[in-house]
């Protein structure tokens, strides 16, 4: 047996795993040359059919019906004759077998997203994934395949999609390892809510471990044990129990409301699909503070209907007495979705994304608003606008939404119009916060994006992980200035980003003023704990000392020394 190596990585997502790996090497592939070309092509298209509708069967099985649909498409188009001959032209004309896969995966895809039908544009995606499985074929490297694995294991990766991480299944996905991604990517997020440790912006991971190899990772420190020996997996064994240990004791927490001297802080959950809003619900959160609707619109070929976001919407909308905040679809950035017509963007965060999207695919923004306006009658729904730069921005949604509500009036169509907020994830909103406020029912702040935007860096950046704390002073102040503007206009102020669920960080948001921290339905309990053993008078000393900090760990052991004294 090899022996045992040591990285550190970014903790992404809480709990410690340990088990045996599996590895997905997405490097590039080649080819290879053989005597027959056009011969191994179609034997290698043949493989790969059957894998495909292996995996389909997988996935239908496990219930996941999109992930089915897809793969059943996919395996369709393994056996078109349209791919076959054109590399087999391809060959014929003197081209290497790479050269003839190459162009005809290029040319095919062109042709597909030139069409002017989203389920067709979307086969383009199809055809890229195919010929890459079947270049890897070729190539004699495995693809594995994240939705189908079967025993309990843990992934390595040089990177996961926010599409791929939501089709994990978390009951033998016990934990990922990835070289790319930072701590507020959406791959972490995801794996928060489904509750699987995850340790990302770990390079050099996938060279050190072989598939089969056990491999431990703690997802609080980004500590990774790559063949641990006995020693080290006594460490992390004995970690994981004390992860479970004060999981459980945060459990009193359930269903209480916690607060700070006489100010309520309310603790609800950040959603994204059934399986969450279910977890929310069993952990008591007070509400729902954040429904990223977007994942409704991801890895599939076309949108969702009005029908199916409404029942999803009106589902979370019953299971609460409290405000579910449902935030209309924050696609782009890492969150693409293929029937959208969005150039490829360079940087793509700082480009078009959520409600810059609005006007411009304002069929699908109507539709949304009117499943959000419908579910608004069967419980306490509020709607939020993300990504907002400009106060224009707002009138013009505001003005979309009161179309869509007259033309529900006159349809004879029973809805309600809720209460409109938006995120404050750019820091222009945060500096000009008293214009704003008076615009909007709430504000909710997004720190994972405010930290990108403030510190000048991509959330999914695995090397800048030191730019990516939201503890920064520079986007405390821009809380505060926050919190401040809305208090002075009488409206409520929330956190939603992942600083919310940081133990520090719900200190020095409380502290602040906060009036709910919004955190992943695991993570409701341990952030009522923390905000119920913070002494009023202590938070109140923290605040001055903190914004005048230099640097997040300064604001860290401000509140660790703060903490200590009480
Ligand atoms: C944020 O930016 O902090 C936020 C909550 O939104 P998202 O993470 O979905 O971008
Ligand atoms: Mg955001």
């Given at each position: 047996m090899r022996a045992e190596a040591r990285l550190v990585g970014t903790g992404a997502a809480g709990g410690v795993a340990i088990g045996p790996a599996v590895v997905i090497d997405t490097v590039e592939v080649e080819i290879p040359v053989t005597e027959d070309p056009v011969a191994s092509f179609n034997d290698a298209m043949a493989a790969v059919q059957a894998d495909l509708i292996r995996l389909q069967e997988h996935a239908r099985n496990a219930g996941r019906a999109e992930a089915a649909e897809v793969l059943g498409a996919q395996a369709l188009m393994a056996e078109d004759p349209m791919l076959a001959d054109s590399v087999a032209a391809g060959v014929a004309s003197g081209a290497t077998l790479e050269e003839a896969v190459t162009n005809t995966s290029a040319e095919i895809a062109a042709m597909f997203a030139a069409i002017d039908d989203p389920y067709i544009a979307a086969r383009a995606t199809d055809v890229v994934e195919v010929t890459d499985r079947v270049r890897r074929h070729l190539a004699g490297v495995e693809s594995a395949d994240l939705g189908t694995i079967e025993e309990p294991s843990i992934l390595v990766a040089t990177a996961i999609t926010a599409a791929e991480t939501a089709m994990l299944d978390p009951s033998v996905v016990l934990g990922f390892i990835t070289e790319a991604g930072g701590p507020t990517s959406h791959v972490a997020i995801i794996a928060r809510s489904l509750g699987v440790a995850a340790v990302v912006g770990t390079p050099g991971v996938v060279e050190l471990v072989s598939s089969g190899d056990s491999v431990a990772l703690d997802g609080t420190s980004g500590e990774v044990a790559i063949r641990p020996n006995d020693e080290t997996t006594a460490v992390f064994t004995a970690l994981r129990d004390a992860f479970a240990a004060a999981q459980q004791a945060a459990a009193r927490f359930r269903g209480v409301r916690v607060t700070l001297g006489s100010r309520e802080v309310a603790v609800p959950a950040n959603v994204g699909s059934r399986e969450d809003v279910e977890l929310a619900i069993a952990e008591g959160a007070?509400?729902?503070?954040?429904?990223?609707?977007e994942f409704l619109f991801l890895d599939r070929s076309t949108p969702p209907s009005e029908q199916e976001q409404f029942e999803f919407y009106s589902f979370a909308a019953q299971g609460f007495r409290d405000t579910v905040v449902i935030r209309t679809f924050d696609i782009g950035g890492d969150k693409p979705a293929s029937?959208?017509?969005?150039d490829p963007e360079e940087n793509p965060f700082l480009g078009v994304r959520g409600a810059r999207l609005y006007s411009q695919e304002s069929d699908l923004f109507n539709t949304q608003v009117r499943a959000v306006l419908r579910a608004a009658t069967h419980g306490d729904v509020a709607l939020m606008l993300p990504?907002?730069?400009?106060?224009s921005e707002i009138r013009e949604a505001r003005a979309q939404i009161a179309e869509v509500a007259a033309q529900l009036v006159a349809e004879g169509v029973d809805h309600e119009v809720p209460l409109i907020g938006v995120m404050v994830e750019v820091p222009a909103v945060a500096l000009v916060a008293d214009a704003i406020a008076s615009e909007v029912d709430f504000f909710s702040i997004g720190t994972n994006d405010l930290t990108q935007y403030t510190m000048a860096a991509?959330?999914?950046?695995?090397?800048?992980d030191g730019f990516?704390?939201?503890?920064?002073p520079a986007v405390l102040a821009l809380c505060k200035l926050t919190a401040d503007a809305a208090h002075r206009n009488q409206i409520t102020v929330s956190v939603c980003g992942l600083a919310a669920a940081d133990p520090v960080g719900a200190v020095v948001l409380a502290a602040m003023g906060i009036d709910k921290l919004s955190v992943s339905g695991r993570s409701v309990n341990p952030t009522k704990s923390v905000i119920d053993s913070l002494d009023p008078a202590t938070a109140e000393r923290l605040v001055q000392p903190v914004l005048a900090a230099a640097s997040a760990d300064e604001v860290r052991e401000i509140v660790r020394a703060a903490n200590s004294e009480s």
């Open positions: 007070d509400g729902i503070g954040l429904l990223r609707t029937y959208l017509d969005i990504m907002i730069s400009h106060v991509d959330r999914t950046n695995g090397v800048l990516q704390d939201p503890m920064h």
